[in-house]
């Protein structure tokens, strides 16, 4: 395998912060632009999408949420159907 062919093999391969995005999408069954939306503050997670991302980093829903966040914005949709 020749050095290019590495390379764009490498470059092809998904990033952490890929990663992260699509573990979460696909544990709150989000699209991942709805997930990116929340990460860049466009739009919140609800209350159960939150807790779900809470469970799977196993980090405080608190801690990933401050209060003084632009996330913590409530959504009236509590479902976790794709959209």
Known sequence: ???KEIY???KEK?????LLVT???DATCREEATVRQ?????QSP?????????QILNI???????AND?????SDNDNFTKI
Do not use: H, R, Y
């Open 1 to 3: 395998m020749t050095l």
């Open 8 to 10: 764009n093999f490498e």
């Open 14 to 18: 998904p990033t952490p912060a890929q």
């Open 23 to 25: 573990k979460i999408a």
């Open 38 to 42: 929340w990460l860049s503050g466009t």
């Open 46 to 54: 609800n209350a159960k999408a939150k807790e779900k991302i809470s």
């Open 60 to 66: 405080p829903v608190d801690e990933l949420f401050p």
């Open 70 to 74: 632009a996330f913590c914005e409530e």
